[in-house]
Structure formats: C-alpha cells, structure tokens
C-alpha cells in the first residue's frame, strides 16, 4: 500500500486509511522527523514510477521502429503485442504516479505547516484538518480524475481552513482567501496593476464559489 492507496514498491510509506482504520499516528500528530521520512519515501517512489515509465517510453519507440521496418507479418503482430503491452503498463504507472504526487504534496505541505507550529512553539496536535477532510483528501488522491493540478487547489484549501480554525480566524472562507492572496501579491509587486489585481480577485471568487456550489 503506498500512503493513501496501492502500491508496488515495499518501501513505500504507511496506509493513510491504516492511520484511521487502525488509530495509528494521523499525520496530524506526526513530528516533522516522521513527516520528513515520509515525504522521503515517497518521494523515492514516485522517483522510480518515473524512471520506469521513461524506460517503457523508450522501449516503445525502439519496438515502432522495429515495426515499421519489419515486413515478416508474424514478427509485426508480435512487436505490436509487445507495443500494446508497454502502453497497458505505461498508463498503469501513470495514475499510480498521479497517486503517488498527491500523496507526496499533502505530507510535504503538512511538514511545512509543522515546521511553523513548531516555531511558533505548537507542538502538540495541530488543528490542521479533521478526519473527515483526510477521508475527502484520501478519495480526491485516488480518484484517477483528479489531477495534481486540480488536488493542489482541494488540498490548500483545506489547510487553509484548518490554519484558519487555529488562528481564530473560521470565518474567513477559502474564497475570501483568494482575495487576500490577491492583496499579498500586489504588496509584493507580483501584481501592480490595481485593475488587473481586481479582476483576478473577482474572477476566483467566482471560481470559488462556482465550485462550492457544483
């Protein structure tokens, strides 16, 4: 199992669902060091899901050339088998990979928060997200339709909010997050157009809650 669903290599990390099937440690309550040997392990298998899936591209193309050039009919259905069989194998790899880059974005964004807890001096269990969120979490993770892309939005804004539960500050919508990562922007000059900064603005909250609504 790698951290929120199946995996190939032995060292991938713990089940996500083992944490709450189970009651083991939820990322939640994991130090920065566990976190960190996490994101590592990860990070080492998402390393080989890609080397694999380049060596499969590469095979690929050497048994095309060899087709293209090959006038035996026998030896061409063989080749095309074989080309079918790599691409079978390829896309295979590549919704593990999408898997395996979620899981990998959601504990390295946790350390991040842990680290600053912890500078702050917040050790204990941070009111990042609630079970029920890592549930939503662990479903978007092995939903094939859900690209790492479109995770990245899911996942920020329930940290957000989770951030916002501990600073008091729950009234705040993912939405209105928008507006003040909009502000953020202009104050660091990524933005200095005050009418292009509105309509940014503008734009994702409508976004916001076109999708909180769908």
Same mark, same amino acid.
């Given at each position: +199992?790698?951290? *929120?669903?199946?995996?190939?290599?032995?060292?991938?990390?713990?089940? *996500?669902?083992?944490?709450?099937? !189970?009651? !083991?440690?939820? &990322?939640?309550?994991?130090?920065?060091?566990?976190? @960190?040997?996490?994101?590592?392990?990860?990070?080492?298998?998402?390393?080989?899901?890609?080397?694999?899936?380049?060596?499969?591209?590469?095979?690929?193309?050497? &048994?095309?050339?060899?087709?293209?050039?090959?006038?035996?009919?026998? %030896?061409?259905? %063989?080749?095309?088998?074989?080309?079918?069989?790599?691409?079978?194998?390829?896309?295979? #790899?590549?919704?593990?990979?999408?898997?395996?880059?979620?899981? #990998?974005?959601?504990?390295? !964004?946790?350390? +991040?928060?842990?680290?600053?807890?912890?500078?702050?001096?917040?050790?204990?269990?941070?009111?990042?997200?609630?079970?029920?969120? +890592? #549930?939503?979490?662990?479903?978007?993770?092995?939903?094939?339709? %859900? @690209?790492?892309?479109?995770?990245?939005?899911?996942?920020?804004?329930?940290? $957000?909010?989770?951030?916002?539960?501990?600073?008091?500050?729950?009234?705040?919508? =993912? =939405?209105?997050?928008?507006?003040?990562? %909009?502000?953020?922007?202009?104050?660091?000059? $990524?933005?200095?157009?005050?009418?292009?900064? *509105?309509?940014?603005?503008?734009?994702?909250? !409508?976004? @916001?809650?076109?999708?909180?609504?769908?």
């Amino acid at each position: +199992m790698g951290l *929120f669903g199946p995996t190939t290599p032995k060292t991938a990390a713990l089940s *996500f669902f083992d944490w709450l099937t !189970r009651r !083991r440690k939820p &990322l939640s309550r994991m130090t920065r060091a566990e976190l @960190r040997r996490q994101e590592l392990l990860l990070d080492k298998d998402r390393t080989q899901l890609l080397n694999r899936i380049s060596k499969l591209a590469k095979e690929k193309q050497e &048994l095309f050339e060899r087709g293209a050039g090959e006038k035996t009919p026998e %030896v061409r259905r %063989v080749l095309a088998q074989e080309f079918e069989m790599r691409t079978t194998e390829q896309l295979m #790899l590549g919704r593990q990979l999408n898997i395996r880059s979620k899981e #990998l974005m959601t504990v390295s !964004r946790l350390r +991040m928060l842990r680290e600053t807890a912890e500078r702050a001096g917040h050790r204990g269990r941070l009111g990042l997200v609630s079970e029920a969120d +890592m #549930l939503r979490l662990g479903k978007l993770i092995e939903s094939d339709a %859900v @690209r790492t892309e479109v995770y990245q939005e899911r996942l920020d804004e329930i940290l $957000a909010l989770g951030r916002e539960v501990d600073e008091g500050s729950a009234g705040l919508t =993912a =939405a209105g997050q928008t507006v003040l990562d %909009v502000w953020e922007k202009m104050d660091r000059g $990524a933005i200095t157009d005050r009418e292009e900064g *509105f309509e940014e603005a503008d734009r994702r909250v !409508r976004e @916001r809650q076109a999708a909180a609504e769908g």
